[in-house]
């Protein structure tokens, strides 16, 4: 029997696009008209910028084996754990990420315009806040909704001389909400469904 023809692939390129939002915010309607969501993010969900190399969304599945002295093979697998993240490294190095970084930290202003002054304070651990993490594809054919989240990876930043430059590192563990799933992934139009 020949084979048949294989299928292009439906790609899916560039980095796309962060939103942040505190919790319990409103998630977008997406609307799908033309095989492309049409809908706004609400304004709650703010844009996060550049990041360094992209974001990256992971879903890792633990099983353990269910084992019978009778027998050398496992006789079931057993879902015994799930972690799911999503880790990028904002490029706009400001106050208000670092915060945000650090789930929650206490963020002071005094002055204005050119007196203006920021004093950033780390939360005390075991108060930090966590948030909503939202993704869209650049061609509006894909989101991701991450609906509670806390960064736990190390804050380290890098001060080198140019042309590298200091970025915010993030790694966000997804935790079960009050009610539903982790997460969502939302796709539009039949192409990539």
């Known amino acids: 029997m020949a084979n048949g023809t294989i299928a292009r692939p439906n790609l899916m390129e560039d980095p ?3 939103y942040w939002a505190p919790l319990g915010t409103t998630v977008p309607t997406s609307t799908v008209v033309g ?4 809908d706004t993010w609400p304004v709650a969900w703010i844009p996060l910028g550049m990041t360094d190399a992209g974001s990256t969304v992971s879903s890792s599945l633990t099983v353990s084996e269910v084992d019978a002295a009778e027998s050398i093979d496992p006789i079931a697998y057993r879902t015994t754990g ?5 880790t990028f490294a904002l490029k706009s190095f400001t106050a208000t990420n670092l915060a945000r970084a650090l789930n929650g930290a206490t963020l002071t202003v005094t002055g204005a315009t050119t007196t203006t002054m ?3 304070v780390p939360p005390t651990p075991g108060q930090e806040v966590r948030c909503m993490i939202g993704w869209e594809s650049v061609d509006s054919t894909a989101r991701f909704i991450g609906f509670q989240a806390i960064n736990s ?3 380290s930043v890098a ?3 140019a042309p590298a430059n200091a970025n915010i590192p993030f790694t966000l563990n997804l935790e079960l909400p009050a009610s ?3 997460y969502n992934w939302i796709f539009a ?3 990539r469904g």
Do not use: C, E, H, N
Request: proline share 4%; hydrophobic share 35%; no cysteine.
């Open 16 to 18: 796309g696009f962060l």
């Open 118 to 120: 920021t004093t950033l």
């Open 180 to 182: 539903g799933a982790p």
């Open 153 to 155: 990876g190390d804050i």
């Open 159 to 161: 001060m080198q001389k």
């Open 82 to 86: 799930r972690a799911s993240s999503v």
């Open 189 to 191: 139009g039949t192409s």
């Open 35 to 38: 095989s492309v969501f049409t």
